[in-house]
């Protein structure tokens, strides 16, 4: 079993920053993709950024390239989202998510933390 907890979020104006971090944690965690993904009152739950846990390759949703920087280090299971130049359509609750069995297919889900960008 893995658990991921999310932590980093909050309020902030826009044109700000907030750096998330998912710690996992279990008996022996080994995930083939990290992910980040956010739901907005009202909308779906959509993909953001996702990170290839060995090769640290990284994959983002256009609407936040250039903006957020996804990034891992492994010693410590730990992800992070650092999230630039925010503005009030990246308000969500941000969750994590882990691929164990196969790339991009999520198993494990955190709980969430709220993301808050004011105007």
């Known amino acids: 079993q893995v658990q991921l907890v999310e932590s980093g979020g909050g309020l902030v104006q826009a044109g700000g920053s907030l750096r998330l971090s998912c710690a996992a944690s279990?008996?022996?965690?080994?995930?083939?993709?990290m992910g980040w993904f956010r739901q907005a009152p009202g909308k779906e739950r959509q993909f953001v950024a996702a990170?290839?846990?060995?090769?640290?390759?990284?994959y983002y949703a256009d609407s936040v390239k250039g903006r957020f920087t996804i990034s891992r280090d492994n010693a410590k299971n730990t992800m992070y989202l650092q999230m630039n130049s925010l503005n009030p359509e990246d308000t969500a609750v941000y969750y994590c998510?882990?691929?164990?069995?196969?790339?991009?297919?999520?198993?494990?889900w955190g709980q969430g933390t709220q993301v808050t960008v004011s105007s």
């Open positions: 279990g008996r022996t965690f080994s995930a083939i993709t």
């Open positions: 998510a882990a691929a164990v069995t196969r790339p991009h297919e999520y198993d494990y």
């Open positions: 990170v290839s846990w060995s090769r640290g390759s990284t």
